[in-house]
């Protein structure tokens, strides 16, 4: 299970890095609106799905937190991409970053 969790924050991790945020977190930023409706409605299922782990105690609030913040930062990415028009690469990326953020989503519920 932690390899999975590693390899898929490794997929992740360039990425991540890219995304410039000049505070340091998304604290207080509101969450940018996907352009797309299937990033859209995915995020808003993967964000219910962290709510509803940590209202059940299978995630604690940092690790709620943490994911919440992945979520506003694949949201970002993608209006981003959104300025000048996706490309499919963009949109596999996309949803490769959603899928990913899913998988260490349920890795870390405790069970």
Do not use: F, H
């Not at 509803?52 to 992945?70: N, P, Y």
């Amino acid at each position: 299970m932690r390899p999975l969790m590693i390899a898929a924050l490794l997929v992740t991790a360039p990425a991540v890095a890219q995304i410039r945020d000049p505070a340091g977190s998304n604290a207080g930023w509101p969450a940018p609106r996907p352009a797309l409706p299937g990033v859209a409605r995915d995020l808003r299922q993967v964000d219910r799905s962290i709510r509803d782990a940590r209202d059940a105690g299978q995630l604690s609030r940092r690790e709620a937190r943490e994911l919440r913040r992945e979520s506003r930062r694949i949201a970002a990415l993608e209006a981003r991409y959104a300025r000048d028009g996706l490309s499919q690469s963009e949109r596999d990326g996309l949803a490769a970053r959603i899928a990913a953020l899913r998988s260490v989503a349920a890795a870390r519920r405790k069970p």
